[in-house]
């Protein structure tokens, strides 16, 4: 059970939109839509940003989307803005009661 | 309104034991699962395992299966982190979280509880 891949940095200026992708296995990414992204602002706890691939939670503004292809998700953010600057990780549901967990990508706003 | 409220930071010695909780409110504690996840310092999410304190199935990571164990108590609406033998290595912060369905996300979380293993 490996960590998911994701991209260790982007970055993006102020109201451009930038993807976060996150690639598994058939396994993993490929064999569910159980995909959910989670942000973390540093010394924060981690708060659910997309669930089920591309389901928003209430309160999560809608310049957050999510998507797959494969065995890849994405986590698109457009309109960037300042206070989006934080980590964000992927986690794919892989079967057997199991989740994993991609390595993190740390957004800059520029 | 559903809150998990972890236990408090630990300082420990290698070798030494360590079990520390998580306490939900707010909802029926035996009808979700309960996950916990490890963060190293400057590190991203391990996810640890689960539990179901309905029944206290339980399942691992491969990485963590031998190394901790979970439980929990539905009595008083608690699920534990548990180690026999702590490590340098197992200095991290630890979150558990209530998961949505089955398969689902990682929905509510707790505050975490920072564990700091040092001769």
């Known amino acids: 059970q490996s960590a998911l891949t994701q991209p260790r940095s982007v970055s993006g200026s102020p109201g451009q939109s930038v993807t976060i992708s996150c690639t598994g296995t058939?396994?993993?990414?490929?064999?569910?839509?159980?995909v959910s992204w989670y942000q973390q602002h540093p010394g924060k706890v981690p708060k659910v940003m997309i669930y089920?691939?591309?389901k928003r939670p209430s309160g999560v503004p809608d310049r957050f989307s999510g998507s797959k292809s494969g065995n890849t998700a994405s986590l698109t953010i457009s309109g960037l803005q300042a206070e989006d600057e934080a980590d964000y990780y992927c986690c794919s549901y892989a079967g057997s009661y199991s989740w994993v967990f991609g390595g993190g990508t740390k957004l800059t706003v520029l | 309104e559903v809150q998990l409220v972890q236990s408090g930071a630990e300082v420990k010695k290698p070798g030494e034991s360590l079990k520390i909780s998580c306490k939900g409110s707010g909802y029926s504690f035996t009808s979700y699962w309960i996950g916990w996840v490890r963060q190293m310092p400057g590190k991203g999410l391990d996810w640890m395992g689960i539990i179901y304190p309905g029944d206290s199935d339980t399942r691992y990571s491969p990485s963590f299966q031998g190394q901790v164990t979970i439980s929990a108590d539905k009595s008083i609406s608690t699920a534990y982190l548990q180690w026999s033998s702590l490590k340098a290595s197992d200095t991290a912060m630890y979150y558990c979280a209530r998961i949505r369905g089955s398969t689902g996300y990682y929905e509510y979380w707790g505050q975490g509880t920072l564990v700091t293993v040092s001769s």
């Open positions: 089920d691939v591309s």
């Open positions: 058939s396994s993993d990414v490929g064999g569910y839509d159980y």
